[in-house]
């Protein structure tokens, strides 16, 4: 097994997901306060290994489905690179030291922390083993993921966490989620190969109608949210509803990747390639420290 291969496996770039652990900081505006990063930090890295933890195994229990993909095939399971006992291996490994960080670092939020990644981690053995072949499932499973991070950096910080929060986090995941499995009917149609066992439950007008429809709701549901006086109280500043350019324009432009570019697939590596979404959400990142900090 080389370097390559177990980066492959553990796919770190990956991690970009769990920043969504660090929200409820930013969103309170302690980000600054020291102790509460450092809490924050410490559930992401517990949340990191337990989240490779599960890309192991998925790459395990999709090791024949992958074989058949344009992409998937590389993967180190897949393709030969590492074999199934030592991806289970580090399947363990992974989960281990996930648990360890909690347990020696996580001071006095670590048993809330672990229900919390213990949910998480046994939600996605169901998922991988079971509950991805229920369409319309699937995609809810992975939006409670990203909610769950949320909850993760209530939990290691000590701050409630708001109803808009969960809201959005769920609308947003959930649109993610449809457009990857656009990625999956447009692999299905021009090849024929079903790479989910259910991806033969959606459509190309099913599935632009519903990332419409989700689009439509997020944005909607992000305006109120900034005009809402609870929030303009909170922040203390009336010009909060303009952050919603940005994720106005950040949508429009996720939409055209998936449907006129067909690439929506990873939205990682979108996130990491793709320099207008980087603007959006770096206007969107320095609009909010401005108003919060």
Sequence with gaps: MNARALIQILRPHQWVKNGFIFLPLFFNGQLLNTNMLYHCLIAFVSFSFAASSVYCLNDIFDVEADRQHSVKRKR?????????????????????????????????????????????????????????????????????????????????????????????????????AFAKRRDDVVIHRDTGVNIRKNTSNYNLDFVN???????????????????????????????????????????????????????????????????FIQICLLGWVVAFLVIIY
């Design 76 to 176: 180190p399971v897949a393709s030969g690179a590492i074999s199934i006992p030592t991806a289970y291996i580090l399947v363990f490994i992974c989960l281990v030291l996930s648990l360890l960080t909690l347990m020696l670092f996580a001071g006095k939020a670590r048993y809330e922390l672990l229900g919390l990644v213990g949910f998480y981690y046994l939600m996605n053995i169901a998922y991988c083993t079971v509950l991805k072949r229920f369409s319309i499932v699937d995609v809810v499973i992975v939006a409670i993921g990203f909610v769950l991070r949320i909850f993760v950096g209530g939990s290691a910080t000590g701050i409630p966490i708001s109803e808009w929060i969960v809201i959005m986090t769920f609308l947003l995941a959930l649109f993610l």
């Design 209 to 275: 109608q519903v990332m419409t429809v989700i689009a439509t709701i997020t944005i909607m549901a992000y305006i109120m949210y900034t005009i809402s006086p609870e929030v303009t109280s909170r922040f203390n500043c009336q010009y909060v509803y303009l952050t919603s350019i940005f994720v106005l324009t950040g949508i429009i432009r996720y939409l055209q990747i998936a449907i006129v570019k067909m690439q929506s697939g990873d939205p990682t590596r979108i996130l990491l390639r793709d320099r």
